[in-house]
């Protein structure tokens, strides 16, 4: 059974920084393209950034240059750093592992993230 499960979230002020961290089990991590995701309140859930199974990686507008993505293949752990966090960064965050082909997709429980003024 495959698990992704999220920490590192909390409460930060503007231009503060988080370390979120998502442990993944049950599936070969390193086929895996690895990426994050949120939702902020009456909103979609938005790509936030990625990295692929041979370590390139992908930033929305939003975050390029504050958000760095990576991963630690022998832990099975993607992590992404947020800098200069700004409070249109609350929301709740989410890991995603994604093969590639249908019905291989999968995601964590969410972490919450929130960042006052």
Do not use: H
């Not at 979120?20 to 895996?32: D, K, W």
């Not at 507008?61 to 022998?74: C, L, P, Q, Y």
Request: net charge neutral; glycine share 12%.
């Amino acid at each position: 059974q495959v698990q992704l499960v999220e920490s590192g979230g909390g409460d930060v002020q503007a231009g503060g920084s988080l370390r979120l961290s998502c442990a993944a089990s049950g599936l070969t991590f390193n086929n895996y393209n690895m990426a994050w995701y949120r939702q902020a309140p009456g909103k979609e859930r938005e790509l936030v950034a990625v990295i692929t199974s041979g370590g390139s990686t992908n930033y929305a507008d939003s975050v390029k240059g504050r958000f760095t993505i990576s991963r630690e293949n022998a832990k099975n752990t993607v992590y992404l750093q947020m800098n200069s966090l700004k409070p249109e960064d609350t929301a709740v965050y989410y890991c995603n592992a994604n093969f590639g082909i249908p019905g291989y997709d999968y995601w964590g429980q969410g972490t919450q993230v929130t960042v006052s003024s």
